[in-house]
Nanobody, 124 residues
Framework: QVQLVESGGGLVQAGGSLRLSCAGS????????MGWFRQTPGKEREFVATINWSGDTTDYGDSVKGRFTISRDNAKNTVYLEMNSLGPEDTAVYYC?????????????????WGQGTQVTVSS
């Protein structure tokens, strides 16, 4: 069983930055791909970013490309999401997720474990 705990959310002004962290448990953390998703009320969960097991392959949703950066520190069992140039449209609950495979993935059904989410609110 894998447990994921997100942190780092909060309230920020438009144009600002935040860094989210996702701490994972389990010996397999360093061998599996991770992802970040976000969700607002009444909408589908949206893909944000994904990273493979080693960190040398990443990809992003179109709405965050060029502004967000995903990274990982396998020694610390932690994945990060650096978010820059934030706008009100980035307001959402952000979830990290892990899957049983080493390669990147883009759809929520491809992930097996989820954190509880952390709220990010961007004021205009």
């Amino acid at each position: 069983q894998v447990q994921l705990v997100e942190s780092g959310g909060g309230l920020v002004q438009a144009g600002g930055s935040l860094r989210l962290s996702c701490a994972g448990s389990g010996r397999t953390f360093s061998t599996v791909a991770m992802g970040w998703f976000r969700q607002t009320p009444g909408k589908e969960r949206e893909f944000v970013a994904t990273i493979n097991w080693s960190g040398d392959t990443t990809d992003y949703g179109d709405s965050v490309k060029g502004r967000f950066t995903i990274s990982r520190d396998n020694a610390k069992n932690t994945v990060y999401l650096e978010m820059n140039s934030l706008g009100p449209e980035d307001t959402a609950v952000y979830y990290c997720a892990s899957r049983r495979y080493y390669s990147v993935a883009y759809y929520s059904y491809e992930y097996d474990y989820w954190g509880q989410g952390t709220q990010v609110t961007v004021s205009s």
